[in-house]
């Protein structure tokens, strides 16, 4: 036995399945209701209250609902009556009506239409993203349609969203950035670079500059900047300002980074965690030995792995099981990831892997900070010496 409040379940279920089958130009009526099917073996009176309930809740009880099947059936016990058989909803009317989604559901498929006719490309886009087709006001459709038009005109205007010449609100660009760059991709994929890292490169807009944090650890460098401790916008960094300089070390902890000792021709940057992909601002490091140090944990390897899609020649420094076993008494547990990225671990060397399974299966961690600085400066030097054996150059 079914009760009302269930069959107006079963139906409200059924909302998002029949507006997509319409928004495909498909008739997805008359829809049928299953459920379980009266039992006519129970108490005479309860199984009338329930014919009746259902009844009510119909047509043509109700202007709008749903239909009812009725089949004659006769038994020993209560002899010859009429109960419900298929249930059913004629039309969209009665079925938006009944659910009480008709005013949503006609200004999706309206403004489905509407989609469609500006731009033909997007009528699956419109199925896809019917979620989105409701609740809000003509003007943000007018807003987006002007956007979108706009880009697909002028691809990668390199300027910055409140600089288009737009009628558009100045946050509407930022307010509203899934949904547009959604429907851009499918209207005008030549506006869209899909291997953009943020919205506004993906876009070609212009953002302000993340700020980068450096350090000349070489006292008698010559780079010929007034200052060895500075932060700038990588558009402001060049290479030439390093010349005496041969190769870079990037580190994570802020503490370390500021506290790192002298080393002859080093240059230090602080990473920051894993906004360190906006290094690749600085395609000069692509020409330079360069070294990463962080924490010696599943995110400390992603980070790793991270800066070598961008710079595959990158070394790891004190970040191997050697370290790891040397430290113990400074290694804890508790790490939030167990396993590194499937997409990101190509990028690491067989023993890191091996180590990454390791950390992540025992949720163990070694910080850098745990790790003396003259550890550091001794593996420094170690590989300094070496890269300089084997193919010495400057930045």
């Given at each position: 036995m079914?009760?009302?409040?269930?069959?107006r379940?079963?139906?409200e279920?059924?909302?998002?399945?029949?507006?997509?089958?319409?928004?495909?130009?498909?008739?997805?009526?008359?829809?049928?209701?299953?459920?379980?099917h009266?039992?006519?073996?129970?108490?005479?009176?309860?199984?009338?209250?329930?014919?009746?309930?259902?009844?009510?809740?119909?047509?043509?009880?109700?202007?709008?609902?749903?239909?009812?099947?009725w089949?004659?059936i006769?038994?020993?016990?209560?002899?010859?009556?009429?109960?419900?058989?298929?249930?059913?909803?004629?039309?969209?009317e009665?079925f938006f009506?009944?659910?009480?989604?008709?005013s949503?559901?006609?200004?999706?498929?309206?403004?489905?239409?509407?989609?469609?006719?500006?731009y033909?490309?997007?009528?699956?886009?419109?199925?896809?993203?019917?979620?989105h087709?409701?609740?809000?006001?003509?003007a943000?459709?007018?807003?987006?349609?002007?956007?979108?038009?706009?880009?697909?005109?002028?691809?990668?205007?390199?300027?910055?969203?409140?600089?288009?010449?737009?009628?558009?609100?100045?946050?509407?660009?930022?307010?509203?950035?899934a949904?547009?760059?959604?429907?851009?991709?499918?209207?005008?994929?030549?506006?869209?670079?899909?291997?953009?890292?943020?919205?506004?490169?993906?876009?070609?807009?212009?953002?302000?500059?993340?700020?980068?944090?450096?350090?000349?650890?070489?006292?008698?460098?010559?780079?010929?900047?007034?200052?060895d401790?500075?932060?700038?916008?990588?558009?402001?960094?060049?290479?030439?300002?390093?010349?005496?300089?041969?190769?870079?070390?990037?580190?994570?902890?802020?503490?370390?980074?500021?506290?790192?000792?002298?080393l002859?021709?080093?240059?230090?940057?602080?990473?920051?965690?894993?906004?360190?992909?906006?290094?690749?601002?600085?395609?000069w490091?692509?020409?330079?030995?360069?070294?990463?140090?962080?924490?010696?944990?599943?995110?400390?390897?992603?980070?790793?792995?991270?800066?070598?899609?961008?710079?595959?020649?990158?070394?790891a420094?004190?970040?191997?099981?050697?370290t790891?076993?040397?430290?113990?008494?400074?290694?804890?547990?508790?790490?939030?990831?167990?396993?590194?990225?499937?997409?990101?671990?190509?990028?690491?060397?067989?023993?890191e892997?091996?180590?990454?399974?390791?950390?992540?299966?025992?949720?163990?961690?070694?910080?850098?900070?745990?790790?003396?600085?003259?550890?550091?400066?001794?593996?420094?030097?170690?590989?300094?010496?070496?890269?300089?054996?084997?193919?010495?150059?400057?930045?």
């Amino acid at each position: 036995m079914i009760t009302v409040a269930q069959l107006r379940q079963k139906a409200e279920n059924r909302y998002r399945e029949v507006l997509k089958e319409m928004l495909r130009g498909n008739h997805p009526f008359p829809l049928k209701i299953r459920y379980p099917h009266l039992k006519t073996s129970g108490d005479l009176q309860e199984l009338r209250n329930s014919i009746q309930a259902i009844k009510s809740q119909g047509k043509p009880s109700l202007s709008f609902g749903y239909s009812i099947e009725w089949h004659e059936i006769e038994t020993r016990r209560f002899g010859r009556n009429q109960v419900p058989g298929d249930i059913f909803f004629s039309t969209a009317e009665d079925f938006f009506g009944y659910i009480g989604k008709q005013s949503e559901a006609s200004e999706t498929l309206a403004l489905a239409d509407r989609i469609r006719s500006r731009y033909p490309v997007a009528y699956n886009w419109t199925v896809e993203n019917h979620r989105h087709l409701s609740g809000r006001q003509p003007a943000f459709w007018e807003s987006l349609f002007c956007v979108i038009d706009y880009l697909a005109e002028n691809p990668f205007p390199d300027r910055f969203a409140r600089e288009l010449p737009l009628p558009i609100s100045t946050k509407f660009i930022e307010e509203n950035q899934a949904i547009l760059e959604s429907l851009l991709q499918t209207v005008a994929p030549q506006s869209h670079r899909p291997d953009g890292e943020t919205f506004q490169e993906r876009l070609g807009l212009k953002s302000p500059e993340s700020l980068i944090e450096f350090r000349i650890l070489d006292p008698k460098s010559g780079s010929g900047l007034p200052l060895d401790h500075f932060t700038a916008a990588a558009s402001q960094i060049k290479r030439e300002f390093f010349q005496d300089l041969t190769a870079v070390l990037i580190t994570e902890n802020r503490l370390n980074f500021l506290t790192l000792p002298p080393l002859p021709g080093l240059l230090a940057i602080l990473g920051q965690g894993y906004a360190i992909t906006r290094l690749k601002r600085l395609p000069w490091l692509a020409d330079c030995p360069l070294f990463y140090w962080g924490d010696l944990d599943i995110e400390g390897l992603e980070i790793l792995a991270h800066l070598r899609r961008i710079f595959p020649h990158t070394q790891a420094v004190l970040m191997n099981s050697t370290t790891l076993n040397d430290h113990r008494e400074f290694v804890s547990t508790g790490t939030s990831k167990t396993a590194v990225s499937p997409s990101l671990e190509v990028h690491l060397t067989e023993e890191e892997r091996r180590l990454a399974q390791d950390l992540g299966s025992s949720r163990l961690r070694l910080e850098q900070e745990r790790i003396p600085l003259s550890h550091l400066v001794t593996a420094m030097q170690t590989l300094l010496s070496l890269k300089q054996t084997v193919e010495p150059e400057k930045l």
